[in-house]
């Protein structure tokens, strides 16, 4: 069981706009930013948004992120065959001297 | 270039030990923290736990508290993970990751515990 919660699965047609939510508590979400990774398959994780929001350079605009209180959620517009992978949020958890904590991963299918 | 470049993937038995590794490059190894990441066969991400460099301070999560070391060589840049005693449920893919926001990941160590 995650900690912070997302859907297992999501899709969506070439050129659509899709989200994925992220639940948490107010000890991680509630109180960190939050991070997006994506993970092709038989790849690592890689960066997709930090602090909430934030691309990192080389990262598409039609990727962006969002929080609101303890919930986050990412957006990828025009969507495309090559966004199809597994979506992770992740933040900071202040219990327990402080952790990491991921979602259970969402896998976005390009239909 | 900056990146963590982790040792190959291992195979070993049940009750052996294993150190796996990862090693920084192309950025001050010492003014980010390491984190390990396990990802067992078909399932999500785990943070296991992370180090300071600099200092070897350690913080673990409860999850893996007790079953695995975390350990750094500030003189070479890399980073460890480290059992005493394997066992089959430690099989999966382990991922080293660069603080804060795990900007930077190696490229995974794959373990396989069996018999």
């Known amino acids: 069981q995650s900690v912070l919660t997302q859907p297992p699965s999501a899709s969506g047609t070439p050129g659509q706009r899709v989200t994925i939510s992220c639940s948490g508590s107010?000890?991680?979400?509630?109180?960190?930013?939050v991070n997006w990774y994506q993970q092709l398959p038989g790849t690592a994780p890689k960066l997709l948004i930090y602090?909430?929001?934030q691309r990192p350079s080389g990262v598409p605009d039609r990727f962006s992120g969002s929080k609101s209180g303890t919930s986050a959620s990412l957006a990828i517009s025009g969507l495309q065959s090559e966004d199809e992978a597994d979506y992770y949020c992740a933040a900071w958890d202040d219990s327990l001297n402080g952790r990491a904590v991921f979602g259970g991963g969402t896998k976005l299918t390009v239909l | 270039e900056v990146q963590l470049v982790q040792s190959g993937a291992e195979v070993k038995k049940p009750g052996e030990s294993l150190r796996i590794s990862c090693k920084g490059s192309?950025?001050?190894?010492?003014?980010?923290?390491i984190s390990w990441v396990r990802q067992m066969p078909g399932k999500g991400l785990e943070w296991m736990g992370r180090i300071d460099p600099s200092d070897s301070y350690t913080n673990y999560s409860p999850s893996f508290q007790g079953h695995v070391t975390i350990s750094a060589d500030k003189s070479i840049s890399t980073a460890y993970l480290q059992w005493s005693s394997l066992k089959a449920s430690d099989t999966a893919m382990y991922y080293c990751?660069?603080?804060?926001?795990?900007?930077?990941w190696g490229q995974g160590t794959m373990v396989t515990v069996s018999s």
């Open positions: 602090s909430n929001n």
């Open positions: 192309g950025y001050s190894f010492t003014s980010y923290w």
């Open positions: 990751a660069r603080h804060s926001a795990f900007d930077i």
């Open positions: 107010s000890s991680n979400i509630g109180s960190n930013t």
